[in-house]
């Protein structure tokens, strides 16, 4: 193999030794949680847990184990101020923050409704600076973005703010290797992931984005859509990354006093640097994710992303 591995191509990129003993520490996390993923069966750790996130969804004991392997990779680096997990409550403080310091985002588990039915699943995390004492980063305060897809190959996907890039975890040396150099979404797609369960909810823009996209050929479009949905944002986002498309999970009349189903600062944030960095768009169906101001720690928010053309398409909708 003359792959390069994840530790040379962050020595060659990353130039904060900080910075970069963060990453080696959250990618030993995400090949950490790969192993317990896999292992879930065999271990008895499938199933729900009984307990409840600050959301009010419920866990599953791998929600909660990978949380736990997530927050101490974390921890065990000297220059990790702040925490936010999707799984925590409150924002946890680990020390003094400092300016230049690092906040961490991350959920721990994405997709876990995936778990029991031995679907891909993933994690996802964003890396930002304390700036004035303590705040919630912005999408624009973002350094690095990236999620492991635990899927047929455990991957690592990453930005450091250019380009994006995809290691695959070698299960011979446990090495994640750069399988997928600079990334790049294609501008226009013909393929579309929604839940559509959720059709009687939708606003109005939704519903005729959705329906002329379905209409295919005989519609406005004038082109045959493909539809796909996996209930695994990671998911969704590394098939937009490999193949184009876009994906939607948008405000409805169901989720509108929550804010959404998707979490800004860990699901949306990330997801929308990477996105951004790899030629494609993320939006709130309107204005860039990256835009938006956050306000608590678990904000949701309304999403859109992936090929820019389908993106444009979802915004003169709503116009
Ligand atoms: P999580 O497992 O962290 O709660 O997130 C699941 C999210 C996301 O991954 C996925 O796109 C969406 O929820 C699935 O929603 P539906 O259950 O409505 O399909
Ligand atoms: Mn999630
Ligand atoms: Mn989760």
């Known amino acids: 193999m003359d792959h390069e591995t994840l530790h040379a191509y962050l020595a060659r990129k990353v130039s904060d030794a900080d910075l970069r003993d963060l990453l080696d520490q959250i990618a030993s996390a995400c090949w950490s949680i790969s192993s317990l993923v896999a292992g879930s069966a065999l271990q008895g750790q499938q199933g729900d847990s009984g307990l409840v996130n600050p959301q009010g969804e419920v866990q599953k004991p791998l929600d909660l184990l990978a949380d736990v392997v997530f927050a101490r990779s974390c921890a065990a680096h000297p220059k990790v101020a702040t925490l936010i997990s999707e799984e925590v409550e ?117 519903l005729k984005y959705v329906t002329d996209c379905i209409d295919g ?37 169901n989720n509108r006093a929550q804010g959404g189903k998707l979490r800004l600062l860990y699901e949306a944030y990330p997801m929308a640097l990477i996105m951004e960095a790899a030629g494609a768009a993320a939006t709130d169906g309107r204005a860039p994710l990256l835009d938006i101001h956050p306000v608590g720690p678990h904000q949701r928010t309304s999403v859109v992303l992936g090929s820019r053309a389908e993106v444009v398409q979802v915004a003169a909708a709503y116009d």
């Open 90 to 206: 409150d924002v946890v403080t680990l020390k003094d923050p400092k300016p230049g310091d690092f906040v961490v985002s991350y959920d721990p588990l994405d997709g876990s409704s995936n778990l029991d039915v031995n679907l891909s699943v993933g994690s996802i995390f964003a890396v930002s600076r304390v700036s004035n004492g303590y705040q919630l980063p912005t999408g624009r305060d973002l350094i690095c973005a990236g999620y492991a897809i635990y899927g047929p190959s455990t991957m690592l996907v990453l930005t450091v703010g250019e380009g994006v890039n995809g290691f695959s975890l070698d299960p011979e040396t446990d090495t994640f290797f750069l399988t997928h150099p600079e990334m790049m979404v294609p501008e226009d797609t013909a393929e579309f992931a929604i839940n559509i369960s959720r059709q009687r909810y939708w606003d109005a823009a939704i």
């Open 217 to 253: 050929p005989i519609g406005p479009r004038g082109k045959e859509f493909n539809m796909r949905w996996t209930a695994s944002m990671v998911a969704e986002v590394h098939r937009i990354l490999v193949r184009g498309g876009v994906f939607l999970y948008p405000v409805d009349a």
